[in-house]
């Protein structure tokens, strides 16, 4: 009978040992599944953290593009500043000049607001140069207005404006001559 027991506990032990390895390997296998879960979870965060990262340095190439135009504006009118003698009428001249130069270089559309900016002058001193700039250089400098009040500046090289004034000038004899017409 001693042998009976001996080998039936034998066999529990046996079974015991053989449910605690499959235990440990169970264990086992559920840690190396959390610290993957862990690692790639902080892959996915190194990632979104890199992409804010390039989105910051896209915004921050932008704001420093912005700052070397503003900078290249005042040193342009730096210059015409320490030319002034002082009259408020020679400086609108010199604004107004600097403005053309400035449309020259970056030929556009240009709002109020814009030109607040690059010019870093008030909004109705911007608005009076933008004026005076009409008046200097009424050829290339173009002044419209749109929705709401706004004005636009806009710089016309003269490249295009031969291709302008034909198109514009088959356009505007047939709706004069029906103007003229009609009363």
């Known amino acids: ?3 009976e027991l001996l080998e039936l506990y034998k066999a529990k032990a046996e079974e015991i040992e ?8 169970m264990v086992t296998l559920v840690t190396a599944v959390d610290k993957m879960a862990n690692e790639l979870s902080s892959k996915q965060s190194s990632v979104e953290v890199l992409g804010r990262l390039v989105d910051q340095v896209d915004r921050l190439s932008k704001e420093v593009a912005d700052l070397k ?3 290249r504006t005042r040193h342009g009118r730096s210059a015409v500043v320490v030319e002034q003698t002082g009259s408020e009428g020679k400086a609108l001249d ?3 000049r ?3 130069d400035i449309l020259a270089e970056r030929p556009g559309r240009y709002t109020t607001s814009e030109l607040v900016d690059m010019l870093g002058l008030n909004k109705t001193t911007v608005i009076s140069v933008m004026k005076r700039a009409l008046d200097l250089d009424p050829r290339h400098v173009k002044m419209t207005q749109g929705k709401r009040r706004k004005l636009y500046l806009a710089y016309v090289p003269d490249e295009e404006k031969p291709a302008e004034s034909e198109a514009g000038s088959g356009e505007t004899d047939p709706v ?3 103007l003229m017409a009609m009363t």
């Open 94 to 96: 010199h604004h107004a």
């Open 176 to 178: 004069k001559m029906e």
């Open 18 to 25: 053989k449910e605690r390895t499959e235990a440990q390997a």
């Open 1 to 3: 009978m001693f042998e």
């Open 98 to 100: 600097s403005l053309i």
């Open 69 to 71: 135009s503003q900078l």
